[in-house]
């Protein structure tokens, strides 16, 4: 009887486990998709009914087969939110999971999708499609995790999107701890990797293949036909840590950051769009590192970043270098790119710092140039002229060039009977295509070249070749980003314009009222006359505040306790304050960030307005990061201190605040520091902290500033103090500058207000 | 009618090509060889005429095809000798050359053969087969070169004989610099590696694949079915420097080394064979460094070796490590191998030196102990029962032991259940082949175990499968090496034996007449009287020269110029001086090397004898190396200095000596030191210097010794000084031995003489 059972069972798993008919299992509950998991055969679905699942904790495991997969999947895609304290963890073979949502949470474990749920249940032939993640970060931003971990062999991430994580950790990560999981062949394919805003440190990286512990692992990763759109993280938009992984076709729209080949070798990176501003000198390329990589038929266009950040950084290495620093570039083949009106795209043996043997122990100096390097048939165009297409750090003695063209003349040093000047000519295809009117059909065929097969558009090179990343002709709607193509096909990242609104008030419970319901965009504009605001204003969208006629401001008097704050900037809280006298007690912050909870940043801006009698002016907590903080033609009188962003003190490249503009103001009679700037920890790889200090004038501040330094700005990388007159401040120092990263001051007037230092080299803590 | 032409010289070439009846073109000298070479087409094959070809540097390139190679042949195999100072570099495609004798001479380059010409003609799919390299050696042991460069991809040595290097430099060096020699699976097949001397320093190895600066290249080089015998050249007898490389089927007999995974990952060390001696310690196994390999099937016997050598070292690694230091042991897997009769054959963390951090920099520090390592499936079996099978220098916590037996208690630290004592027995095949009388079939099944297919013996694991390395049943004929399976077809290493001679001499002039014309093993036989002599007596062969009667000793009276010696050894130099009285003038010296063409090693014994009035006993210059020095029942006395084995000061770890016996001897009234014996330069993966001074009396010795050391031993790893006696020795120390390697002094009687003192770390000059 139990035999007959038993193959009764059998034959219905059997007859069911078809896909075609197979068993749909819809599910409501925790419970009912626990069951469902644990009795799920191959070729059944598992339908999750639409609705909010709040703080769920999934493991989907199960032996699923070629053709017929164990399917996870939202009832209407989309119409399936995890919500709350959740995740979701895969490890099995044949699993599919679509359609799902993950919003308004963040996860418990280390991971939002794992595709593994401990070492011994690993995911392998595993797919996630159609699924977004949406801010679904930790509340503190130091706290690290992973969105998605990829574990195991020939997973799958596909026609996902992916956006706003703001906390710690690569938001991919594959993991190759392990021969279960090298040689895996994973798929990272048709996503949409949305914006990742600036982290502030190490760490914001959008994908990370492997670590240095793990850099000698075969990974064979395709991360293939993806958008990454301002994926500003770090330094590092993808962080490639471990050998034979392939990047095609994806296109970098903006993003303040390169493709960096850290650790590994053999990889190929070809047929990539790397679409920088005219504005940004944080926008790169590929930063080239280690041995036989092959660089083909990319795109890059208005680059402008420079050293680390530049289209095309080839690194120079630390000899027998450590396995975590610098591995020395030799036989990589970089050919048939484009570089168009990009900035000194070429820059070689970046990072060459061998001037610093007095400073840094030896592991440091990076010393070993690139060596049996090819540049072979790129072009290099620009609308305007750029002389200097080329820098090198140290001698450029072990890179073979070979047919590359450009259309300036070439002043650099670096000079190369394969580096000729020739009359180019593009022609505009769309905003930021360009494309040659003629193939430049005189190509170098090197070692293997007759394999590279196609250009960027994935047109043949066999009938019609050509120099540079593109072969003729080029179809028109190339130059266009087809977003249809990329992410979850029932998700829109595009934002319905909402016209802003304007409440205006006249008294303090009517402000504290407009704040409370006001929608992200309002402006609230304050008649003339004293507001008396005893709890702090907390800023958690985006609001605007202003006196309604400029010539008439209104008075915000802040009553609040000492070490409060009159404004209280929370996570994604942006303020503006505009004509306002804003006063304190003495023993009050006129702005503070929260101490906890700040999982993404917040802006300040400050116009036209008057702060006086403060403790502090804005006072921000360590974990709390401000992307830019803008104080213009304001008074600041009266306070014990002025700006400090400086309790991000671990020394692990963590800082406070991306950019810093303070312009055209006054600060009088603040009697500490007027600004405290600090990011601590040595990894030249993380770089960051931008100052413009122009056009204010300091008046009898720094009385009592024990540091003997009125602006501290120690750390920070990017640092301009200019024209500005500086006042009767009874102090040692103005500022302690940074010489190796040119910092130096420039117009401005002193008067009896000690005097500017430069250091060239900064003493810091490595962190690692 | 030129058109007509070159139609008929295309056709002719055609008509030709083909193998079957393609050309065979005789060449008698250098100018037709050249000339056959430039004309070759596919399917040619140059003959050399037999004979000997003297002084030739043969450059053969050309285009052969799969089907139609160009060969370049002996006339008849092993009948051309290639001479002198010659060699051969070979670039092209499909290239072969079979049936060549290299002897009596080397090479004026860096290779005897060379599988490429220049950076540009390259050698692809070329082979070199049924050829002999045999003491092809450089003059000078100092001066270096590889005997077989392989450049290129898919070349192959086949059925080789090569043997008795005894210069620095490995004998097959595969070079992986350049996109071109990477993934090249060449194959190293079928070759017999005979005898390669005792090196006395690093670079000694037979093979080596990279090397550290090309260590993250894929290699795939097969090294198959080759039987290596007595390669004792130095620590490595292999050195695995890259990637992916496969080492299957061969036979390690009574090498003194290992095959050493020094650096690359991924490499397969499948059913080869570890044939150890009762009397050898060097004799090693399988060292073990890095990621990622699979070490299956194989079968260690007698492996007495420890630490560095012992049949399995599992290294520590370095945290980070340099590129040319250790990297950590992780995932690697050591499944179905047998260790017979093997002396702790398990050592793990070897090389661990945490207590040394105050002596070395940190990148020296070997505190990294493996990770994720499996070892399953292997047998250890001893026939006198090894209670401490494992051997572990850290913690062994990160290894997984599963199904591993052992026929004996198992008293080290190291326990698990995965380490079982069962009831093993195993029957003798041969000499050192011991087979399982029955299969242990409880096999674990790690991930991609299923891809162990075969035993040791290339016998299915399908159908029967069972631990260690040999599954039933197994063919008598297996416990036999078939050394016709190796090597050139036509080439013998077998020597015939002659009767030794011996020839009676009564006077000086028929001293040196009988030295000049004796053959190699001759005895020569002196009359009682005093033997006159005024010229060194040159030793470049293997001699004993003796008293006929032993209780009527002769005299040898030198009386050469200052600083010449009574005997003169040179390379392969082998005398046995026994019951003599050897008197010098006070200037000379008893015993000295040549100053140059010591290209190979020499050996000294010296027995029953008594020596004075020399100024130094033995003076080994520069670049000579003594394989043994043995003096036994010897006087020494009235000499200024003892045995100078201490010109090797470059501190790149060479030495001067390999084993050094001086036992129950006496010496007496030696100004200075009575021994000195030198090894410079810190590199812990060489070994070396071998000090046995037992039994001895020494008086009144090293008054003049500005050292203050009677017996002076730096850096020789291997030190014994016991049951000696020391009496009246003007001195401060007879001895400084170095802890860390253990050395004490043992059951010495001193009396006025100094002390031994221990100093636990030797501060050493790093070699790289």
Sequence with gaps: MRNLLFFGVVFLLFSFGKKENGNIIKVNNQEELKSAIKNAVAGEEIVLANGVWKDVQIKFYGKGTKGAPIVLRAETAGKVTIEGVSDLKIGGT??????LYFKNGYTPSNTVIDFHIDSKTIANNCKVYDCVIEDFTQLNRNKEDHWIEFWGRHNQLDHCYITGKSNSGPTILVALKG????????????????????????????LQIGDSNTSMAPSYTNVANNLFERCDGEVEIISNKSNNNEYRNNIFYKCEGSLVLRHGNYCTIDGNMFIGDDNSEFMGGIRVINTGHLITNNYFYNIKGKEFRSALAVMNGVPKSPQNRYNQVTDVVVAYNTFLDCKTPWQFSVGANMDKSDVLP???????????????????????????????YDKVDGVLFKN???????????????????????????????????????????????NIKQDVFSNSRATTNGMGAIVLPVDKSKGAINKKAYGAHWFSDETVYETPKTIRVASENELTAALAKATSGTTIELKKGIYRIAASLIIDKKITIKSKDQKNRATVEYSGKDNTSAFLMGAKGNLTLENIVLKGGNGQHAFATKEKEMFSAYNLKVKNTEISDFDCVLNAYKDSFADTISIDNTVIKKCKRGLKLADENDDLGEYNAEFVYIRNSKFENIQNNILDYYRGGYDESTIGGNLVFQNNTVVNCGKEEKSGVLIKTTGIVNVEISKNSFLNNTIKFIA?????????????????????????????????
């Design 404 to 450: 590359n063209s450009m259309n300036g003349a070439n002043k650099s040093e670096v000079k190369d009977d394969g580096l000729k000047t020739e009359n180019l000519a593009m022609f505009k295809l769309s905003e930021w295509l360009y494309v040659p009117t003629v193939d430049q059909k005189e190509v170098y065929a090197g070692f293997e070249f007759e």
């Design 362 to 392: 030896a592991q440091e100096i990076r010393s070993a140039r690139p060596e049996r390097m090819i540049m072979a048939n790129n072009i290099i165009f620009n609308h305007v002229a750029d002389e200097f297409p080329i820098k090198a």
């Design 94 to 99: 044949y699993l599919e999971v679509r359609g």
């Design 736 to 768: 302690i500058l940074w010489g190796e990263k040119n910092q130096e001051p420039k117009e401005n007037s002193i008067k009896n207000s000690g005097e500017f230092k430069i250091e060239q080299n900064l003493k810091q803590k490595m962190m690692y």
């Design 179 to 206: 021969n279960e999981h090298i040689n895996n062949y994973h798929q990272i394919t048709n996503n949409h990797f949305g914006p990742r805003p600036r982290k502030g440190g190490p760490h914001g990286e959008t």
